[in-house]
């Protein structure tokens, strides 16, 4: 299942169990007795840690909302992992001026025509993608912290190609 569908059914399973659970909590207030809510409280959480049952043999009603509860709260943290997004940056026309360190890079691009510091996260080999003074035509990559990174699919830098060559700066004619 590709991951946008994916994250789509867990983002409606959390507003299910949300339903759920407003629904199960409704109905308990409205059929059970009206009891202040520390005390409510305090019974969901001597329920939840001895799982009793009572004397009929029914899980008792502030179990099962407790476990919606539950389930509704882990689905909206499942929901809101899966659709975190680090913020991304798009440069064009990146000049890869030079290599100052082990993952620093000096580039120059459309919008910087000063230039900028490309400061590269530990999470990916950089130093074989990233190659000094040559030219692409565009680079994305998820800023992450201090650094930025380029592991995700669809950030990188693309460069300019001639017969299965990248282009440096000056074949590029940006120098």
Known sequence: MPITSMSRVLGL?????????????????????RVICAE???????NLRRLRETTKGVVSLNFVVAIILCLAASSV?????VHFRLPEEIHHK??????????????VDQENPQGF????????????????????????????????????????????????????IREAGYE
């Open 13 to 33: 399973l959390g507003y299910l169990f949300c339903a759920c659970a407003v629904c199960a909590l409704a109905w308990t207030i409205w059929k059970g007795k």
């Open 117 to 168: 510091m490309y400061a590269a996260c530990h999470d990916f080999p950089n130093e074989e993608w990233i190659k000094a003074g040559y030219f692409a035509r565009e680079a994305r990559w998820q800023v992450k912290g201090g650094c930025n990174s380029i592991k995700a699919s669809g950030m990188g830098f693309f460069y300019l190609w001639d017969g299965g060559i990248a282009k440096t």
């Open 40 to 46: 409510r409280c305090a019974k969901l959480l001597d």
């Open 77 to 81: 943290l499942v929901y809101a992992m």
């Open 94 to 107: 990146v000049r890869i001026e030079r290599r100052i360190s082990a993952d620093q890079w000096w580039l």
